[in-house]
């Protein structure tokens, strides 16, 4: 049934965006991949799951729990793995967004490794209330989550789209994100915006997260990487820093993936996302959204 | 005999027009001046002369070759290296190694003579290290050629560029502004440089703010404004030229 | 105690994960990130388990192909990427890896799929066989240990060729090709206007690291004889690319150096069982807090040079 699936597509392509939009505003500001944010997306989806199904916290609780829980985690990330690699040094060696990244890898490492202790690495299921409620529109099937995950995810994403363009705040963000120097001189306080980055980024891993569990109602510890996988495709076929970008492209690739699952070979589902960037990027070396400027 | 000719060229960025069909040419052993106010183009002329940009019509011709649509460092080999106007050395690399590095395209060490370190290469890698010392020493620097080049002061780093362009054994150097952000003293030692370098029968185009030396030290001068050529000739003919007149007058007005 | 096999085999991994290292760095060398060593790896395994153990290739036959397989390939992702930069060209690398994970699953009557391929000819045991098989090494060996001797040889020969390997890119580094190589990482514009083709040394470079990382695949098969889809994931590419980058990776000492260190750790960390891994990333992260530009840099590498020409000097002296 194409319009089901055309329906599928569009609410996973919307987490996809959720995810690629995390990476773009960290990207924005401090020009690093955060390679810890897949993982920063499943501790929120085990947040979520934890707070509901072992403490009966009601939905809605659960979800500001894990989004809450992100935050203060994309908050120490900041605190302790990025903000001391900034500082300028005397030393003309080694690359700055290297080490940077590597810092990431390395609280990815803690964060996976601590996930298997806390959580055990076998999936766990995530039962929601209405995790079965669907609605039927002539011979079209659509569940009830489906709707909350396009709900939230596009009034997360307007939201921040608006903020980005109208708060002081966002603007200050842009402006850090063009030249932090620049930005800087102007009286932003660089420090504060990139923290807000960071945190903002790691509060929609989390939603992703927790809507993530509940569509697909069980949690692993896996899923991180696999997340964290294509929200990097995406950021790249979108644009390093784009945050239309990031929309368009994780909805393609969400409907890109559900097609061929539902059409084609499921087995390839995890390589459609970098043959569709490879092709891209042969065509467009800095994406789709992305400024070819010299 | 005209060694570099720069025919009818044409580009433009985005819709702006960055050149509008600028032609001139430049004789064997003379030094050849640029000067127009800030954005007339300038640096894009080198741009294209050098093959770093592509003109969207026109043609440049080195030593009666064609080189239009050659990558850069095939016009290098031909014979023509350039400064650039920020400065872009290789900091973290010694000054005999940025020197090293201009003779690339006249050495030829592939990966196999460099690992099994052949005699050839042996004797290659000494000359090249000697040459890259008499080079040092002619601007003046021979004494820091162990330390990284990052170290080195701005009108320093501008010299270390001008021996790095001349170890590529080019015949004609393109210098884009080569005395820009140096004192008194630094420009007369760069005057005397580029004289020294004339004289060894090198062609030498610069891009010039400092008059002072640009009517000194030029032959002829060409004027660009607004992508245009408006005047060339000699320094003397170029100080009265009313278009030149307007045209810095103008920019001062703007 | 140099006999104790689980030592050995350590230091096997040490000098297979050293030549990964290298393979990021002669990469890092003209300022490509690149993410695809796992990728490579994979190629390099597979080639040469299927070259040994289908067509009874003896191994070193199969070594070289596996490696000069992903060196075809690099030159393949090379071209094309050329105009990527920075983090692009490291996700694309990464992109490349995960499509090869999925084809290694999907083509079972290569590869043997998700269960992956086993019955790799075991490097020591075909040595081994070989001077057993001459009278004369069968009188000398016949005393020791087999799996102790099986365990040193593999380890002579790997790290043989690490260190010849490393050998190799010190030396070109220090050559005409590497001052190419640096030029490029340090100002692209300014190397091509000096007369270096930026796009042949690019090229030249990134094949180089998708050779030496087909090479360590290949013989990481004939150590573990059995390779899966799994030894070649996301994961494993990351773990290289911090091999070279906490070592130093403006360095051939470095990734040699992070290797050791990294492919130690976990050993030494043992005693924290659970919680290993997670003080593993925490060292990752200290590290770079405290030496971004990486363990061995040039002052800590010129330092040790010095050290071992004063001790070479003095040796002379004493002749």
Known sequence: MLAEQLINGLTLGSIYALIAIGYTLVFGVLDIINMAHGEIFMFGAFAGMLMSMKLGAPLPVAFLGSVALTAAMGYVLELLALRPLRRPSGNMEGNAGLSTLIS????????????????????????????????TIGPVNIYLIQIVILLASGVLICGLALWLKRS???RALRATAESPETAALMGVDTKKIITTAVVTASAMAGTAGVLVAMSFSNVGTRMGVSMGLKGLAIIVFGGMGSVNGALVGGIILGMAETLVVAYGDSGYRDAIAFVIIIGVLLLKPKGLFGQNAS | MEVLKLVNICKSFGGVSALNGVSLSVKKGEIYGIIGPNGAGKTTLFNVATASVRPDSGNVVVNDEDITGLPPHAVTKRGMARTFQNIRLFNRMTLQENVMVGMHCRTGSGVLRSVLRTSGQRSEEREAKIRAMELLDFVGLSKYFGKKAGILSYGQQRKLEIARALATSASILLLDEPVAGMNESETEDVYHLLTAIAYRGITIVLIEHDMGLVMNLCGRVAVLDFGELIAAGTPSEIKVHPLVIEAYLGSERG | MFLNPYYLQIGSFIAINALLGLGVYVTLSTGQLSLGSAGFMGIGAYTSAILTARYNYSIPVGVVFGALAAALSGVLIAIPSLRLRGVYLAIVTLG?????????????????????????????????????????????????????????????????ITLMSAAFFALQANSRVGRAFSSIEMDETAAESMGINVYYYKVLSFTQGAFVSGLAGALYGHVAS?????????HRAVEILVYAILGGAGQVMGPLVGASILTTLPEVLRFMSGYRHVLYGAIIVLSMIYRPQGLIDSETSDWLRKVFRRKRFIDGGVK
Do not use: H, W
Not at chain 1, 107 to 132: D, H, M, Y
Not at chain 3, 129 to 145: D, Q, T, Y
């Open chain 3, 96 to 160: 490349f890896g995960e499509i090869l994970r999925v084809a290694f699953i999907r083509l079972e009557n290569l590869t043997g799929g998700a269960i992956g391929f086993p019955g790799i000819p075991k490097l020591g045991g075909t040595i081994l066989e070989r001077l057993k098989a001459s009278s004369a090494g069968a009188r000398i060996f016949s005393s020791m240990n087999g799996n102790a001797l099986e365990s040193l040889l593999v380890f002579a020969i790997l790290l043989c």
């Open chain 3, 226 to 234: 059995y390779v899966s889809p799994a030894d070649f994931t996301y």
């Open chain 1, 104 to 135: 990431t890898i390395g609280v990815a490492i803690i964060l996976e490794n601590l996930s298997l202790k806390l959580f055990g690495a076998e999936n766990q299921p995530f039962r929601t209330s209405f995790g079965n409620v669907k609605f």
């Open chain 1, 168 to 170: 002081r705040s966002g």
